[in-house]
């Protein structure tokens, strides 16, 4: 089994930045894809960012392409997402995930997810 643990949420203004963390724990050694999705109240879940442990690959949702980063350390087993020149269409609870395939733009192909940390940008 594996737990992850979302940090780093708060509230901000347009414009600002903000650094997401998610701890991985337990058999992280078969995971493939860690990714990030957001949810706004009473609306869809949005797929994000996602990148491989290795490095290797990443992709990135096109609302958040130029503004946002996702990277991760191995050593801590810990992936991030940098959101800079952020905008009030960010505000969501942020939700990390992690599957054992490349697939990451479907939610359906994780298999761990986090509880959420929320995100407020205020305009």
């Known amino acids: 089994q594996v737990q992850l643990v979302e940090s780093g949420g708060g509230l901000v203004q347009t414009g600002d930045s903000l650094r997401l963390s998610c701890a991985a724990s337990?058999?992280?050694?078969?995971?493939?894809?860690l990714g990030w999705f957001r949810q706004a109240p009473g609306q869809e879940q949005e797929f994000v960012a996602a990148?491989?442990?290795?490095?290797?690959?990443?992709t990135y949702a096109d609302s958040v392409k130029g503004r946002f980063i996702i990277s991760r350390d191995n050593a801590k087993n810990t992936v991030y997402l940098q959101m800079n020149s952020l905008k009030p269409e960010d505000t969501a609870v942020y939700y990390c995930?992690?599957?054992?395939?490349?697939?990451?733009?479907?939610?359906?192909?994780?298999?761990?997810w986090g509880q959420g940390t929320q995100v407020t940008v205020s305009s």
């Open positions: 990148i491989t442990w290795s490095g290797s690959s990443t």
């Open positions: 337990g058999r992280t050694f078969s995971l493939y894809q």
């Open positions: 995930a992690a599957g054992r395939s490349w697939s990451p733009r479907l939610a359906a192909t994780y298999t761990y």
